[in-house]
């Protein structure tokens, strides 16, 4: 069988260190123990604190080896041996070497069924323990697999706290990578706006341009015939005025010469 191995929370450890001491005293045993399969090994989780408890926590021993517990894991169900050495099955398992001939144990199970391990009480001489000890010890099985589910549910809302931070802090990220999206769409219609300006600047230059040339052909011609025709009126002026200066003493000549009418009247 594959088994799962749990992580359990310090609070909780501290938890079942208490019931594991208090249920050794109530069974009066030396050893009260907590144990969680692991894949291939089997760890004393918590140890009850009890002189001649041969067991200490975190210690680990390989499955497939004939422990009770492996039984109780197997079979999910209660294992009462009162004494090992008396039973032809059990006297040769490993527990038999720390001296511990009694056993009493129930399986413990997580919240989706798995086997986590189990609690039991082991004892150093021959043991047969009364129905109300067994009901006891099926009632602090109980009490741990409800822990169980606070701590699953804890792992989910630790989950569930975790996505949220992370979505928040991939809402940050995007959020600025939009806001450098943004500013680098406004840093382009910025450049764009200002092309376009320089655009239009330069197309109504150019087309100035376009019109003080057309205008200054349109004028030229004109400007250039009234030039010429001014010159050559100009140039007749001239000329009508010299020949004008030119006539004058001659006529003077002959208006002196004529005789005067009044004398020749006389």
Same mark, same amino acid.
């Given at each position: 069988m594959a088994y799962q191995s749990h992580e359990i929370p310090e609070n909780f450890l501290a938890k079942w260190q208490d019931t594991t001491n208090v249920m050794a005293d109530i069974f009066d045993v030396p050893a009260g123990l907590i144990m969680r399969v692991l894949p291939s090994q089997i760890e004393v989780l918590v140890s009850a604190h009890k002189p001649g408890n041969p067991y200490e926590a975190n210690e680990k021993a390989k499955l497939n080896t004939g422990l009770y517990c492996e039984t109780v894991m =197997? +079979?999910?169900? *209660?294992?009462?041996?009162?004494?090992?050495?008396?039973?032809?099955?059990?006297?040769?398992?490993?527990?038999?070497?720390?001296?511990?001939? +009694?056993? *009493? @144990?129930?399986?413990?199970?997580?919240?989706?069924?798995?086997v986590f391990g189990t609690i /039991?009480?082991?004892?150093?001489?021959?043991?047969?323990?009364?129905?109300?000890?067994?009901?006891?010890?099926?009632?602090?099985?109980? +009490?741990?697999?409800?822990?169980?589910?606070?701590?699953?549910?804890?792992?989910?809302?630790?989950?569930?706290?975790?996505?949220?931070?992370?979505?928040?802090?991939?809402?940050?990220?995007?959020? =600025?990578?939009?806001?450098?999206?943004?500013?680098?769409?406004?840093?382009?219609?910025?450049?764009?706006?200002?092309?376009?300006?320089?655009?239009?600047?330069?197309?109504?230059?150019?087309?100035? @341009?376009s019109l003080v040339a057309g205008v200054s052909h349109e004028l030229n011609t004109p400007i250039g015939n009234s030039l010429m025709a001014a010159s050559t009126l100009q140039f007749h002026?001239?000329?009508?005025? @010299?020949?004008?200066?030119?006539?004058?003493?001659?006529?003077? /000549?002959?208006?002196?010469?004529?005789?005067?009418t009044r004398a020749a009247t006389s």
């Open positions: =197997a +079979s999910r169900a *209660l294992l009462h041996v009162p004494n090992a050495l008396h039973d032809p099955h059990w006297e040769h398992n490993p527990d038999i070497a720390l001296n511990m001939v +009694s056993y *009493l @144990g129930v399986p413990l199970l997580w919240p989706d069924d798995e /039991c009480v082991l004892d150093n001489k021959t043991r047969n323990f009364r129905e109300k000890y067994v009901e006891l010890l099926w009632e602090i099985k109980k +009490s741990i697999e409800s822990d169980f589910k606070l701590i699953e549910q804890q792992e989910r809302l630790l989950a569930s706290n975790a996505e949220l931070l992370a979505a928040i802090a991939q809402q940050k990220s995007d959020a =600025a990578k939009l806001q450098q999206s943004n500013e680098q769409l406004n840093l382009a219609l910025s450049t764009l706006t200002r092309m376009q300006a320089e655009l239009l600047r330069s197309e109504k230059n150019a087309a100035l @341009g002026v001239e000329e009508f005025a @010299g020949r004008m200066e030119q006539a004058s003493p001659a006529a003077r /000549c002959a208006s002196s010469s004529r005789p005067s």
